[in-house]
């Protein structure tokens, strides 16, 4: 509850970038995590972190040689997120639509899956279709970009980029109740 009560204050101040007011829910973050493949995947990136509701339990699927980018804005949320001792997470103090040459110091040139919370409708348009340009580049084929939305506003950009093969699946049992696209390269 105390980290539900931190979350709201920190998505008040910054509503813009955040666009939610509570982190997602179990229900949520479960089917989120169920079209990804973590038995093939060694290069896990997921976008908007927050206070690091969906990256716990990306960490507990994780294979052993695998790792988790987390590309976070927030200065408060990067505080959590550092609290969390895995040595299969790298915190990036970063933004999405810098993803190819982060991971490129970081020595890898493709992501083998994307997990994204990232508010794409409310963030500028150009800013939302450029950060899903780039995640398309380095998104390895097969690969997908996994996102949540509260509207099918951003359905159209993702077909463009994506071209048909975009899967949508809903969730009930979060405040908002939540849509997420499966998008597959
Ligand atoms: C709706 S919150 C998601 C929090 C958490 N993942 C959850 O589902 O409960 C969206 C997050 O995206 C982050 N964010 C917004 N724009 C970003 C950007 N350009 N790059 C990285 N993170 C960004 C915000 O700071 C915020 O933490």
């Avoid at 450029?130 to 950009?157: A, C, P």
């Amino acid at each position: 509850m105390q980290k539900k009560v931190a979350f709201f204050k920190e998505a008040i101040k910054s509503i813009k970038t955040s666009g939610a007011f509570i982190p997602s829910s179990r229900f949520l973050v479960k089917k989120i995590l169920m079209d990804i493949d973590f038995s093939t995947s060694e290069v896990i990136v997921e976008y908007g972190p927050g206070n690091g509701t969906i990256t716990k339990e990306i960490l507990k699927k994780l294979k052993p040689s695998a790792i988790l980018i987390c590309f976070e804005i927030n200065e408060t949320f990067l505080l959590d997120l550092r609290k969390i001792e895995n040595k299969q997470l790298i915190v990036l103090n970063a933004s999405a639509e810098n993803v190819k040459e982060e991971i490129e110091k970081l020595g890898f040139t493709k992501v083998d899956n994307f997990i994204s919370s990232l508010p794409l409708a409310i963030l500028p348009k150009e800013l939302s279709k450029l950060i899903v340009e780039e995640s398309y580049t380095v998104l390895q084929q097969n690969g997908r970009f996994v996102q949540y939305q509260y509207s099918t506003q951003f359905l159209k950009q993702f077909k463009a980029i994506f071209s048909k093969k975009i899967g949508l699946k809903f969730e009930p049992l979060n405040l908002p109740p939540a849509l997420i696209y499966i998008c597959k390269k």
